[in-house]
């Protein structure tokens, strides 16, 4: 999010609120011009000020860490994404990363789609099935 999304976000917070920039300034023990310059996209604010901010806006404060952007990604093979939609597949992801996989169904669609692109020959479904058959065996009998 940028400077300007974030203040867009604090003013829209603070408005559907009823609180003015001197009411959440003492509420957060911030300085009224800190704030206003946040809600006009100017400033830097720190993590505590932010949690601050969203105590006293009576909003979640969530962080998250991503991928920096970059070149888009090459769209999937149809053979990997006939792959993701299958109940095969998803048992599978269950079965590797546990009760809180994340983003491993991503992951191994993107090492499937890399080692398509590696293959002498393109792969089919029932190649991606053996390379994730593979992975299974690995990471349930790792020595």
Known sequence: ???AELGH?????RAASGKTVADVAALAGLS???IANLENGRGNPTLDALRRL???LGADLRVELGAAPG????PLPPVLVRLG???RFRD???AIGGPEPGDLAGR???????AAAVSPHPLTEADCHRLLDALLLITRHPA
């Open 9 to 13: 976000r604090l003013r829209s917070l």
């Open 71 to 74: 070149p888009a990604a090459d």
């Open 54 to 56: 969203a105590t006293a």
């Open 32 to 34: 009224v011009p800190y």
């Open 108 to 114: 191994l669609l993107a090492v499937l789609a890399s």
């Open 1 to 3: 999010m940028d400077n």
């Open 92 to 94: 599978c992801v269950a």
């Open 85 to 87: 939609r299958g109940q």
